[in-house]
């Protein structure tokens, strides 16, 4: 499967607790979004890497929130002290030019 | 500031009828629209894109797009709907406010085809 991976799919967590994510994007492209999805609403933008570099972080990402890209190829966002309110789909997406992006089918976060 | 509105939270159909989900948006300069697909517990699927050109684009899965600039529309359609396009859509622009390409999107459109 060459599309972009994410992992794991599910995460149930206690509140206070850290959680890891992983993306794999497509591999040569260069692009890498994070988006953040709750029930009933589209995905809302929460950072953007172009290769290693991160050049765009939403107000939504806290600084419980961290995210990186070492090398420019897979990413993590790491989550600390998870809140209830964290709790929702994490999405991955990665494009090779700023047209469309393709997505990872997403870690749904449980936050209880 | 730049968004995108799909006035229909649902819309339902029967099998074999023609579709339409509405989509409009607010950008300042010409925008780069697309449209995605999320079935249950999935990420979202591409399905096409308007980034200039013929305003009718064809995308997968037998859909298409109409771009109405001075409707700030871009609804989605197919000439017959399947059971299988059952599925919560999404509109979205690009940022025009920056490089990174970020979408903003749509608080998305559940279709129902009813065989």
């Known amino acids: 499967d060459t599309g972009v991976s994410q992992d794991p799919r599910h995460k149930i967590t206690k509140r206070g607790q850290n959680v890891t994510f992983r993306c794999d994007p497509i591999s040569e492209h260069n692009r890498l979004y994070w988006y953040r999805q709750t029930l009933g609403q589209g995905p809302e933008f929460l950072t953007y890497f172009q290769n290693e570099a991160q050049l765009e972080k939403s107000r939504l990402l806290s600084d419980r929130f961290s995210a990186e890209r070492p090398k420019g190829s897979f990413s993590t966002l790491e989550i600390q002290r998870t809140e209830q309110g964290d709790s929702a789909m994490y999405l991955c997406?990665?494009?090779?030019?700023?047209?469309?992006?393709?997505f990872g089918p997403g870690t749904r976060l449980t936050v209880t | 500031a730049q968004s995108v509105a799909q006035p229909e939270d649902q819309v339902n159909v029967a099998e074999g009828n023609p579709l339409t989900v509405k989509c409009t948006y607010s950008v300042s300069g010409n925008p780069y629209l697309f449209w995605y697909v999320q079935y249950p517990n999935r990420g979202l699927q591409f399905l096409l894109k308007y980034i200039t050109g013929d305003n009718l684009v064809k995308g997968s899965y037998g859909f298409e797009a109409e771009f109405n600039k001075s409707q700030t529309s871009f609804h989605l359609k197919k000439p017959s709907a399947l059971v299988s396009d059952s599925a919560l859509y999404f509109c979205?622009?690009?940022?025009?406010?920056?490089?990174?390409?970020?979408?903003?999107f749509g608080q998305g459109t559940t279709l129902q085809v009813k065989p």
């Open positions: 979205a622009v690009r940022d025009m406010g920056g490089n990174t390409g970020k979408l903003i």
């Open positions: 997406a990665s494009s090779l030019i700023a047209y469309e992006q393709y």
